[in-house]
């Protein structure tokens, strides 16, 4: 039986040497041409390059420079704080890391009749929260405390200071870093600051670490935007509101 098999084509020596037209690009209409494969989606924005200052980390940490402040600003902001307590009644101002967590705290306290957060010690007079959070205008994230001596002592209130943050750490309160996080007590009293000092002394000893805690005279209170007030109790981030009742000694979770 005989087997049939097909033979190769015979490509002649003329036809290699001539261009294959039909496959140039040049022949062949645009609307034709083949496209090249992108697997990615085209955007019309151009791609950003941008990196921040270096300096940007070190403002963060307090060692970055810094604007110049208005002289004018900035002696209303150092001024003292003009708000005045209710009847019978004292302020006290401590900073403690986020706000958020530390007003709760106080808030729990019996003899404490109202907290408020806010801002104090930089040097631009009317800040906002962007203002504070871009580390430079100075100011500290503040808890003012109203209290009735008669109730709770300013003692007390040092001992919640304490248990709230970590007074070791300069310019930061575990992962929030920044001037705006520093331990700090503000005094209105003679008598707040003779405390406030005997207070960090006794610490000192009991940590055995070198306490960073700023101990200055309050000096003008920035209410903070609302949603900020008692933050927490209002639910925070995760709608999930944090009793402020008087005693209450649930653990509190910084950001809701």
């Known amino acids: 039986m005989l087997s049939l098999v097909a033979s190769p084509p015979v490509i002649s020596a003329a036809s290699l040497s001539k261009p294959l037209s039909s496959l140039s690009k040049a022949a062949l209409p645009l609307s034709r041409r083949a496209k090249p494969i992108c697997p990615f989606p085209k955007t019309a924005r151009s791609i950003s390059v941008y990196k921040p200052p270096m300096n940007n980390l070190f403002n963060r940490l307090g ?9 004018a600003s900035a002696a209303i902001a150092q001024g003292p704080d003009d708000d005045v307590p209710s009847p019978g009644q004292q302020f006290a101002q401590f900073g403690a890391g986020c706000f958020w967590g530390t007003e709760l705290a106080y808030q729990r306290v019996p003899g404490v009749t109202k907290t408020e957060v806010g801002y104090s010690h930089g040097f631009v007079d009317n800040p906002s929260y962007e203002d504070v959070c871009s580390e430079t205008t100075g100011h500290n994230e ?14 007390n209130l040092l001992d919640v200071f304490w248990k709230r943050h970590d007074p070791t750490t300069l310019n930061r309160q575990g992962n929030d870093v920044g001037t705006r996080y520093r331990s700090g007590i503000y005094f209105y009293t003679e008598e707040q600051e003779k405390l406030a000092r005997e207070a960090v002394e006794k610490q000192q000893k009991i940590l055995n670490k070198k306490i960073v805690t700023e101990i200055l005279p309050a000096t003008k209170f920035y209410r903070a935007e609302n949603y900020h007030q008692q933050y927490l109790a209002k639910g925070g981030r995760m709608g999930l509101r944090q009793s402020p009742e008087k005693g209450c000694n ?6 809701g």
């Open 142 to 155: 503040i808890v003012r405390v109203q209290y009735d001596p008669k109730e709770v002592s300013f003692e």
């Open 63 to 71: 060692f970055g420079s810094r604007p110049p402040p208005d002289p």
């Open 250 to 255: 649930d653990p509190i979770r910084c950001y």
